[in-house]
């Protein structure tokens, strides 16, 4: 997806200079950047609430790629217009492409002044309850991801919003790919044992009725329904083991808290740091809970992952494309894999993820993966949408373009 837009800018009194050369000033150029950013999350809203996207939602990256273009004083105003470039590779529901149908144009729209959007937001002067937004989530903080321009109520105009038109083009999907599952089975780190870290985030709480909770639960009904044997069963922690010839599986479940605890970080990192797969299933947190940063600051270091082991990452959770895909890559690059994909494959999602399915998708993908037959990626992830039903969360796999074609 390619566009150019423009985005108006406050000009900051201290700035003294012509509006024409702001963006050669370096601290105004980094102004300029982090909010062009700012309105272009704003596309997370866009495409699975507004008007043609509730039924065909889509996602952006985080792994765009944006150009400041120029800058021009707005006529009788103190802001600047600017205008940039965007690049990207995104994902969309199929349905956007009816009968298979290749470039499709779309159109949407975007804040033209991201600092004063969620303002705006408000009926009155008085009023507590933003009408433009979910009703839940109606703090500022939360307003690119769910604002919604055309909801009943909404105060939010045109002159609010810019407009912009550009088609998808439709990239070619990869076929008959396989995981390495000669290095997954063979000598990769752990023995003879494929190493599973499997952990599952609350929703809100650790008591019963806890969607989370429930997809623990349920999960871990549906291993021992596939064949997997329980070594330990204890109501936040349990061990599941499997022999797939003469490799043993071993999955460790957790049920933990994604949003403070230095617990869920630190079983993490060991995780991703360690297993063969890694699996989490939860609340993305906006993409917080995960991020790389967040990780490394709480463990105090930055996060490493091996570059020479192969594995899988599964992010189970609300639009884990834009969040985790590039980020965790980017942590196996090297000088003989420049992309870091060889030995990572990552699972996402490009939408939100329904507690519902989440223990049946787990479920698909576990028990494809680790039981010895084998399938290639297109039918392990045929398997993960026939779990999720109508709750699909557009989840597709990454890094398989340099797999192998036979397993």
């Known amino acids: 997806m390619q566009f150019t837009t423009y985005m108006l800018y406050k000009i900051p009194s201290e700035y003294t200079g012509p509006v024409s050369r702001i963006l050669e000033n370096q601290e105004q150029n980094e102004i300029v950047s982090e909010l062009v950013g700012l309105q272009l999350q704003h596309m997370y809203g866009a495409f699975t609430t507004h008007p043609g996207f509730e039924d065909a939602p889509g996602i952006p990256s985080g792994n765009y790629k944006m150009t400041l273009l120029g800058a021009e004083k707005v006529p009788n105003e103190s802001y600047a217009k600017i205008t940039y470039s965007y690049d990207d ?16 144009r779309i159109q949407f729209v975007l ?16 009023s507590r309850k933003n009408l433009c937004t979910d009703e839940h989530y109606n703090s500022e903080d939360d307003f690119w991801y769910f604002w919604n321009p055309y909801q009943e109520g909404c105060p939010l105009t045109g002159a609010d919003l810019v407009g912009i038109t550009t088609d998808l083009r439709p990239m070619d999907v990869t076929r008959g790919t396989y995981p390495e599952y000669a290095k997954l089975y063979g000598e990769n780190g752990n023995g003879n044992v ?9 929703d809100e ?3 019963n009725g806890d969607l989370g909770k429930k997809t623990f639960q349920d999960a871990f009904a549906g291993l021992k329904a596939a064949g997997f044997q329980a070594t330990v069963n204890e109501p936040r922690r349990k061990m599941l083991s499997l022999h797939a010839g003469s490799k043993r599986v071993s999955i460790e479940m957790q049920l933990m808290n994604p949003y403070s605890s230095m617990e869920f ?3 993490a990192v060991h995780g991703m740091q360690t297993s063969d797969i890694f699996l989490y299933d939860g609340h993305s947190g906006l993409g917080g809970y995960l991020s790389p940063e967040r990780l490394a600051e709480d463990i105090g270091r930055p996060l490493e992952l091996p570059k020479n082991k192969y594995q899988i990452f599964v992010f189970q959770g609300c639009s884990t494309y834009a969040y985790y895909n590039t980020a965790f890559f980017n942590l196996k690059r090297s000088g ?13 999602t490009g939408i939100g993820a329904a507690f519902d399915v989440g223990a049946k998708v787990d479920v698909a993908f576990l028990t494809s993966v680790t039981m010895g037959q084998k399938p290639s990626w297109q039918t392990i992830i045929d398997r993960v949408h026939a779990a999720e039903g109508e709750n699909s969360a557009l989840s597709h796999i990454n890094g398989d373009e340099d797999n192998p074609r036979n397993p």
């Open 205 to 207: 709480s650790y008591q």
């Open 194 to 202: 494929l190493q599973v870290t499997y952990i599952v985030g609350i």
């Open 265 to 267: 970080v630190k079983a």
């Open 336 to 348: 003989s894999d420049p992309k870091g994909t060889k030995n990572l494959d990552i699972i996402t």
């Open 89 to 104: 590779i995104v994902v969309f529901s199929s349905k956007l492409f009816p009968g298979g149908s290749g470039m499709q």
């Open 111 to 126: 804040p033209k002044d991201p600092v004063t959007i969620y303002r705006k937001g408000f009926a009155a002067s008085n």
